[in-house]
């Protein structure tokens, strides 16, 4: 069992940056893949990133490749999503889960309560 925790979440302005940290609980952390997934209001959930178990692989949905980078530290059960360079419709519930690596939610077992992230314009 992986209990999930996101923070970091908050309002931006465009252009500004925002951390996401989500802490998980248990031992088997380094096991998974993590994912980060967003849900903007009237839309479906939609894949943002994902880290192997080890950080060496790292995927990215299009619209925030060269803006967000997301990391992990296995030491501290912890993964990252540094967001840079941030717009309008990047304003999303941000949620993190934990699974096999990939971009489909259905890869993922355990899922965290979520994180508000708001970007005025």
């Known amino acids: 069992q992986v209990q999930l925790v996101e923070s970091g979440g908050g309002l931006a302005q465009a252009g500004g940056s925002l951390r996401l940290s989500c802490a998980a609980s248990?031992?088997?952390?380094?096991?998974?893949?993590m994912g980060w997934f967003r849900q903007a209001p009237g839309k479906e959930r939609e894949f943002v990133s994902t880290?192997?178990?080890?950080?060496?692989?790292?995927a990215y949905t299009d619209s925030v490749k060269g803006r967000f980078t997301v990391s992990r530290d296995n030491a501290k059960n912890t993964v990252y999503l540094q967001m840079n360079s941030l717009k309008p419709e990047d304003t999303a519930v941000y949620y993190c889960?934990?699974?096999?690596?990939?971009?489909?939610?259905?890869?993922?077992?355990?899922w965290g309560q979520g994180t508000q992230v708001t970007v005025s314009s």
């Open positions: 889960a934990a699974g096999t690596y990939g971009g489909a939610p259905t890869l993922y077992t355990y």
């Open positions: 248990g031992r088997a952390f380094s096991l998974y893949a």
């Open positions: 880290i192997s178990t080890l950080g060496a692989s790292t």
